[in-house]
């Protein structure tokens, strides 16, 4: 069964970090791209950083360039992403997908076949 996990979310103060995980079974996730979305209350779900199989390309929304990183360690079948300088407006369910292509090309929801359940990260004093 092809399952993503994600895990790391929780509550932290602005300014702070967080680094999210996502880890894949039953998939080998070196075959895919990876994304990370979030989707705030009442808002749609937006993508927010994407990385290549090969975790040689990486790309990341305008509101996020300078304060996340995402990463990936293949042997681990494991994609991360880092924030920092996190602000109240970061707070949503992030979430991380699996295309099946080896390239990122934008965040199309139905470009991705596998989703993980979510995690919960809070940005507040």
């Known amino acids: 069964q092809q399952q993503l996990v994600e895990s790391g979310g929780g509550l932290v103060q602005p300014g702070g970090s967080l680094r999210l995980s996502c880890v894949a079974s039953?998939?080998?996730?070196?075959?895919?791209?990876i994304g990370w979305f979030r989707q705030a209350p009442g808002k749609e779900r937006e993508g927010v950083s994407c990385i290549s199989s090969s975790g040689g390309i990486t790309n990341y929304a305008d509101s996020v360039k300078g304060r996340f990183t995402i990463s990936r360690d293949n042997a681990k079948n494991t994609v991360y992403l880092r924030m920092s300088s996190l602000k109240p407006e970061d707070t949503a369910v992030y979430y991380c997908a699996a295309r099946p292509f080896a390239y990122c090309s934008g965040y199309r929801l139905y470009e991705y076949d596998y989703w993980g359940q979510g995690t919960q990260v809070t940005v507040s004093s």
């Open positions: 039953g998939v080998t996730s070196a075959y895919y791209a």
